[in-house]
């Protein structure tokens, strides 16, 4: 079965949707741009993570120490390095599925709460490693966090994502849900 990936325009979207979720969550903690070194990440699309799978019915996966380039990386100078990796093939199914679902709309979102769990991860306001039960109310937090952090932003749909993750969880557009 063939798996589709982001064109380069798409991936162009993508850069500004991250530049964007940057400058918001910076905003929103009231730190600068250069404090993002203190909190090193890293996107992945799923065509580059390679044989690294997703069970979870979700537009990305946060991982920390994760294979980057054949590489482990360790915990560096004891700051963690985290990786986004985002699941190609659901988002873009999402998107073709539903056409008040935008692409840069949807990754200022993903993106937005995925570096809001950074930097709560990275200033030890929520350890990493945790239960489930713990994780689903961190979860529920960050959205909460996230809608805070968006609601505001003058975005075509994006008001649509909003609403769509009013449940919090796993987000359904059209007629059908994000995983079939």
């Given amino acids: 079965m063939p798996t589709h990936s982001f064109s380069h325009q798409e991936m162009a979207t993508l850069g500004e949707a991250l530049h964007i ?29 390679g044989g690294l799978s997703s069970c979870h019915p979700v537009f990305a996966v946060l ?15 004891a700051r963690d390095y985290y ?24 990754m200022l979102y993903v993106f937005t709460h995925e570096l809001i769990h950074i930097v709560r991860f990275s200033n ?17 937090r960050v959205h909460r966090i996230t809608y805070d952090v968006l609601r505001k932003i003058p975005m075509k749909s994006l008001g649509y994502v909003l609403d769509s993750y009013e449940d919090h969880r796993v987000c359904k557009w059209g007629p059908r849900s994000l995983v079939n």
């Fill in 83 to 106: 990786f986004i990796l985002l699941e190609d093939e659901k988002i873009l199914s999402a998107i073709a599925r539903d056409e008040k679902l935008g692409l840069l709309p949807l």
């Fill in 21 to 49: 979720a940057e400058e918001v969550t910076s905003e929103y903690y009231k730190f600068s741009s250069a404090q993002w070194r203190r909190h090193p990440y890293d996107v992945k699309t799923r065509a580059a993570w």
């Fill in 63 to 77: 991982n920390r120490g994760v294979w980057a380039d054949e590489i482990v990386w360790p915990r560096a100078k």
């Fill in 124 to 140: 030890f306001v929520q350890r990493f490693d945790v239960t489930e039960e713990i994780r689903e109310e961190e979860e529920k």
